[in-house]
Nanobody, 123 residues
Framework: QMQLVQSGGGSVQAGGSLRLSCAAS????????ATWFRQVPGKEREGIAA??????KYADSVKGRFTISQDNSKNTVYLEMNNLRPDDTAMYYC??????????????????WGQGTQVTVSS
């Protein structure tokens, strides 16, 4: 079964750090564009970080604070989040696609999505 399973997340105070994990099964994640999205109620899903063959792209809202990385031995993609702010509070999703533009950060043409994990940052 091809799927993405997320772990990590939770609640943290402003300025803190969290790491999200996204483990792929049934396919080789490194052959796909890996992207992290986030969404708050009433707003569109926002692409925040993408990774493909060693290249990365970040949304301006997280640049310099978040880092996306991949461990091929574990078939897993990570999102390291530092200096978290209350406006980072959202449901976070990982995704994988093998078509289209990896670095447009748009939530289209994705083959697989993780189940989502909540991140809450308090002031």
């Amino acid at each position: 079964q091809m799927q993405l399973v997320q772990s990590g997340g939770g609640s943290v105070q402003a300025g803190g750090s969290l790491r999200l994990s996204c483990a792929a099964s049934g396919f080789t994640y490194s052959s796909y564009c890996a992207t992290w999205f986030r969404q708050v109620p009433g707003k569109e899903r926002e692409g925040i970080a993408a990774f493909f063959i060693g290249s990365t792209k970040y949304a301006d809202s997280v640049k310099g604070r978040f880092t996306i990385s991949q461990d091929n031995s574990k078939n897993t993609v990570y999102l390291e989040m530092n200096n978290l702010r209350p406006d980072d509070t959202a449901m976070y999703y990982c995704a994988a696609k093998n078509r289209g533009n990896c670095f447009d950060l748009a939530p289209h043409e994705y083959n697989y999505w993780g189940q989502g994990t909540q991140v809450t940052v308090s002031s």
